[in-house]
């Protein structure tokens, strides 16, 4: 046999003994089944570390999903409170200009309508240290 590429000639191979070679392929198909094994495992772990990762996001979802829940629950409670705010203030500036319309008097029309004024923003207005609470610090 000649290699004509490299100008090599091979004259002989020498045939291998027997027990030499079920050794040789013993030791392949002992190598091939321990690096299947482990390459098994590291799949096996690396698809178990996913499935724990998975399972950590799904739980951070739900938790998001009910603190989103609970917020906009909160923030319906604050609009039904402002509506029914707003609804209050409306009577009190229609009393306020009903009691104006009342106590007219044309002498006295601008010193009146100035202490009504005064009246009107201590009434809707109270002090700081009256005032309620905001709703974030009863929470």
Do not use: C
């Not at 013993?26 to 590291?42: H, K, M, P």
């Not at 570390?49 to 799904?58: P, Q, T, V, W």
């Amino acid at each position: 046999m000649t290699i004509w590429s490299a100008g090599y000639k091979i004259r002989d191979i020498k045939p291998l003994q027997e027990d030499k070679a079920v050794e040789m392929g013993s030791e392949i198909l002992t190598e091939g089944f321990l690096f299947t094994v482990a390459g098994g495992l590291v799949v096996w772990e690396y698809n178990k570390s996913k499935e724990k990762e998975r399972l950590k996001e799904e739980k951070q979802r739900i938790h998001e999903r009910n603190e989103n829940a609970r917020l906009e629950a909160m923030i319906h409670g604050l609009d039904v409170r402002m509506v029914d705010l707003e609804q209050i203030l409306k009577e009190v500036l229609l009393q306020h200009n009903n009691n104006n319309k009342k106590q007219e008097t044309s002498s006295s029309q601008q010193d009146d309508d100035q202490k009504n004024k005064a009246q009107f923003r201590n009434s809707v207005e109270p002090s700081k240290a009256s005032r309620p609470r905001r709703w974030y610090h009863l929470y």
